[in-house]
């Protein structure tokens, strides 16, 4: 079993700036890849990208010119940059994990709130 932990949401001004960070726990050496999403109450889910073990990344055309993912020291901690944040971005910001056997996102972290004021 994994388990995913996120943190570095918060409450930014428009047009800020916030990084978040994904941990992950357990059996973590049968992570392919990580990732993250992000929802609204009211509006569908949206997949914003991922890295895999090897270090490819890609992450959805809506907001890829101001979010970033990358990996830190550890293969098992992710970041997302969100640079130039607009009122439409406030959301629970989510980690996901796939997983050997599993070929989709089941191991899903509880999130991590970002608002954004004017």
């Known amino acids: 079993q994994v388990q995913l932990l996120e943190s570095g949401g918060g409450l930014v001004q428009a047009g800020g700036s916030l990084r978040l960070t994904c941990t992950a726990s357990g059996d973590v050496f049968a992570i392919d890849s990580m990732g993250w999403s992000r929802h609204t109450p009211g509006k569908e889910s949206e997949w914003i990208g991922a890295?895999?073990?090897?270090?490819?990344?890609y992450v959805t055309d809506s907001v890829k010119a101001r979010f970033t993912i990358s990996r830190g020291r550890s293969k098992e901690t992710i970041y997302l940059q969100v640079n130039n944040l607009r009122p439409e971005d406030p959301a629970v910001y989510s980690c996901?994990?796939?997983?050997?056997?599993?070929?989709?996102?089941?191991?899903w972290g509880q999130g991590t709130q970002v608002t954004v004021s004017s």
């Open positions: 996901a994990a796939l997983a050997t056997p599993y070929h989709q996102y089941n191991y």
């Open positions: 890295i895999t073990r090897a270090g490819s990344t």
